[in-house]
């Protein structure tokens, strides 16, 4: 059974112990982020490795597709908006989880956490996936001896890309490493001007292509998408970290709007330009000749090196602060190594970047940015269970999630499938 926070009260005592402080503290001064650093940290976080695989989901779908982008982002940022309403219900809410346990008590918390660990954890299967589709890419026929055995390609890149970020996991403070992964709004825009640049400048040129609906594949497309938008687990935390937080609506729509616009330029410009033989990421259609597309494929491969540990943090720590592992540093290394070591081998298991996104979209995105939040709030809000346009609304969203994740993870899982 997993327990989250070792010495973190429960809502119950500390309501107990705010009534009994109800004599008025002198008012301190308020601290926070700023609106402008609060919209920094929630591009980062809405910012990853999804915009390589937009101009292939594009191709997915078709033309008509790329209305479903903006219908999920819309959906996205309305249920990240009602994150924030289930926050103005009580005080002591700080982040996700705590949304979930004030909801449905601690099995609630540990249903979202779980959620939140899962897609941590095959985010971080991506991050090595990646590394090793686009190192074969700029060192083709690669090899490596390792204990006589000879290891090629992308399983050698995925091998080495772990040896690389294993040091870093094992940090207990990764400061340094937040600043420069918060480099993923800058590495987003960079990509999608070298996607511009190869093709407008490096004569790759941009071509009609006439498929305007592809239904077989609208199911990978749509997945797709939902990835995009699944930084719903972090938007509680900015939100209470702000000086403030009745700016935080706003923050959301800066957020959801430029990076849609970023999202929706690098899947026009993908498929116009490789069309129907776009693959997973689209710095693998790039032509490897050409300076522009070093550039974009050594922009790719630096934030996931950099995020890798970032992003398996909250797991580690989650199984550290149980009893048994608490305040032991050889341990704590052991676990930090297991995991790692768990990582590369589902990387080399599943090597298909698209499909484990689409199935991380359809499965876990859809879920934790798309029902819980609805399901939080009427359960936390007893006068939006009154019929009504945002019930209305709300079982709209319940209903589009449900059938996105029971169709998506299905045909992602049997696509993952077919290619073992």
Known sequence: MWVYECHKMDFTKAEKLESQNEVQQPQQP????????????????????????????????????????????????????????????????????????????????????????????????????????????????????????????????????????????????????????????????????????????????FHENDLDLNWRGMPIAISMFAFCYCGHAVFPTLCSSMKDRSKFSKVLLVCFITSTINYGSMAVMGYLMFGEHLKSQVTLNLPIKKMTTKIAIYTTLINPLTKYAIITAPITTAIEETSLFCNSRSLSILIRTALVSSTVIVALTIPFFGYVMAFIGSFLSVTASMLLPCLCYLKLNKAARKMGLELIIIVAILVAGLFIGVVGTFTSIKQIVKHL
């Not at 650093?37 to 597709?65: D, E």
């Open 30 to 205: 308020t601290k926070g982020t700023s609106f402008f650093r609060t919209c920094f940290n929630g591009l980062n976080a809405l910012s990853g490795v999804g915009i390589l695989s937009l101009p292939y989901a594009l191709a997915q779908g078709g033309w008509l597709s790329l209305f479903l982008l903006f219908l999920v982002a819309v959906l996205c940022w309305y249920t990240g908006l009602l994150l924030r309403r289930c926050m103005d219900t009580h005080p002591l809410i700080k982040t996700y989880p705590d949304i979930g346990e004030r909801a449905f008590g601690y099995k609630g918390r540990a249903v979202v956490s779980v959620f939140m660990y899962v897609e941590l954890y095959l985010v971080a299967v991506e991050f090595l996936i990646l590394e090793g589709d686009n190192l074969d890419k700029l060192f083709p026929n690669t090899a490596f001896k390792v204990a006589g055995m000879k290891i090629r390609g992308k399983q050698a890149f995925v091998m080495l890309t772990s040896l690389i970020v294993l040091p870093t996991t094992w940090l207990k403070s990764l400061a340094l490493l937040a600043y420069v992964s918060a480099g993923g709004v800058l590495a987003s825009f960079i990509l999608v001007i070298c996607i511009f640049w190869v093709g407008a400048v490096d004569k790759v040129g």
